[in-house]
Protein backbone atom coordinates (compact mmCIF):
# COMPACT_ATOMS: atom_id res chain seq x y z
CA UNK A 1 0.00 0.00 0.00
CA UNK A 2 1.30 3.57 -1.16
CA UNK A 3 0.00 7.03 -0.56
CA UNK A 4 1.64 9.66 -1.66
CA UNK A 5 1.19 13.27 -1.42
CA UNK A 6 2.49 16.31 -3.66
CA UNK A 7 1.72 19.54 -4.41
CA UNK A 8 2.60 21.34 -0.92
CA UNK A 9 5.03 24.26 -1.17
CA UNK A 10 5.27 28.08 0.27
CA UNK A 11 2.23 30.41 -1.25
CA UNK A 12 1.40 33.92 0.26
CA UNK A 13 -1.88 34.04 2.39
CA UNK A 14 -4.33 34.39 0.37
CA UNK A 15 -2.62 32.19 -2.26
CA UNK A 16 -3.72 28.73 -3.23
CA UNK A 17 -2.32 24.92 -3.50
CA UNK A 18 -3.70 22.23 -4.76
CA UNK A 19 -2.47 18.56 -3.09
CA UNK A 20 -2.48 15.68 -4.78
CA UNK A 21 -2.14 12.04 -3.47
CA UNK A 22 -1.45 8.96 -5.63
CA UNK A 23 -2.87 5.58 -3.86
CA UNK A 24 -1.78 2.50 -4.73
CA UNK A 25 -2.25 -0.99 -3.07
CA UNK A 26 -5.94 -1.09 -2.53
CA UNK A 27 -9.28 -1.17 -3.60
CA UNK A 28 -8.90 2.62 -3.91
CA UNK A 29 -13.16 3.34 -5.18
CA UNK A 30 -14.24 1.04 -1.85
CA UNK A 31 -12.33 3.72 0.53
CA UNK A 32 -12.88 6.91 1.94
CA UNK A 33 -10.79 9.18 1.37
CA UNK A 34 -9.40 11.66 3.86
CA UNK A 35 -7.13 14.86 4.14
CA UNK A 36 -4.98 15.64 7.25
CA UNK A 37 -2.81 18.07 8.45
CA UNK A 38 -0.27 18.07 11.85
CA UNK A 39 1.33 21.68 12.87
CA UNK A 40 4.44 21.34 14.98
CA UNK A 41 3.26 20.68 18.80
CA UNK A 42 0.16 20.09 17.56
CA UNK A 43 -2.64 16.80 16.88
CA UNK A 44 -3.28 15.26 13.94
CA UNK A 45 -6.94 16.98 12.55
CA UNK A 46 -8.71 16.06 10.14
CA UNK A 47 -9.79 18.36 7.59
CA UNK A 48 -11.78 16.67 4.77
CA UNK A 49 -13.37 13.66 3.83
CA UNK A 50 -14.34 12.01 0.62
CA UNK A 51 -16.78 9.16 1.35
CA UNK A 52 -16.62 5.91 -1.38
CA UNK A 53 -19.60 5.23 -3.54
CA UNK A 54 -21.86 8.37 -3.53
CA UNK A 55 -19.37 11.21 -3.88
CA UNK A 56 -20.56 12.94 -0.25
CA UNK A 57 -18.02 14.60 1.46
CA UNK A 58 -17.29 16.09 5.41
CA UNK A 59 -15.24 19.46 5.83
CA UNK A 60 -14.09 20.53 9.11
CA UNK A 61 -15.10 24.12 10.30
CA UNK A 62 -11.50 25.31 10.00
CA UNK A 63 -11.82 24.96 5.79
CA UNK A 64 -15.29 25.17 5.10
CA UNK A 65 -15.38 27.23 2.24
CA UNK A 66 -11.58 27.17 1.84
CA UNK A 67 -10.90 23.81 0.93
CA UNK A 68 -12.07 21.07 -1.80
CA UNK A 69 -11.95 17.68 -1.79
CA UNK A 70 -12.05 15.56 -4.84
CA UNK A 71 -11.09 11.87 -5.80
CA UNK A 72 -10.84 10.52 -9.45
CA UNK A 73 -11.29 6.25 -8.56
CA UNK A 74 -10.03 6.27 -12.17
CA UNK A 75 -7.09 7.36 -11.11
CA UNK A 76 -6.73 6.00 -7.29
CA UNK A 77 -5.70 9.82 -7.10
CA UNK A 78 -7.46 12.39 -4.61
CA UNK A 79 -7.15 16.06 -4.18
CA UNK A 80 -7.28 19.10 -1.52
CA UNK A 81 -7.91 22.43 -3.45
CA UNK A 82 -6.85 24.72 -0.59
CA UNK A 83 -7.75 28.67 -1.42
CA UNK A 84 -7.75 31.62 0.52
CA UNK A 85 -4.76 30.26 2.59
CA UNK A 86 -3.88 31.86 5.92
CA UNK A 87 -0.81 31.48 7.60
CA UNK A 88 -2.29 29.45 10.59
CA UNK A 89 -2.79 26.49 7.85
CA UNK A 90 0.94 26.44 7.89
CA UNK A 91 1.40 22.02 8.36
CA UNK A 92 2.48 18.63 6.73
CA UNK A 93 -0.74 17.65 5.16
CA UNK A 94 -1.35 14.14 5.15
CA UNK A 95 -3.91 12.24 2.72
CA UNK A 96 -5.38 8.85 4.32
CA UNK A 97 -7.70 5.91 3.21
CA UNK A 98 -10.16 4.11 5.28
CA UNK A 99 -12.31 1.33 4.77
CA UNK A 100 -12.76 -2.80 5.40
CA UNK A 101 -11.29 -2.44 8.89
CA UNK A 102 -8.02 -0.93 7.54
CA UNK A 103 -6.54 2.41 7.42
CA UNK A 104 -3.62 3.70 5.88
CA UNK A 105 -1.97 7.18 5.44
CA UNK A 106 0.95 9.05 3.35
CA UNK A 107 4.30 10.80 5.03
CA UNK A 108 2.97 13.94 4.34
CA UNK A 109 3.87 17.25 2.37
CA UNK A 110 4.68 20.85 3.60
CA UNK A 111 2.44 23.62 3.37
CA UNK A 112 4.21 26.96 4.16
CA UNK A 113 2.16 30.30 4.19
CA UNK A 114 3.58 33.73 4.66
CA UNK A 115 2.12 36.18 6.30
Known amino acids: VQLVESGGGLVQAGGSLRLSCAAS????????MKWYRQAPGKERALLAV????????WYADSVKGRFTISRDNAKNMVNLQMNSLKPEDTAVYLC?????????WGQGTQVTVSS
Open 25 to 32: GFTFSNYA
Open 50 to 57: SYSGGGST
Open 96 to 104: GGSGSGKAY
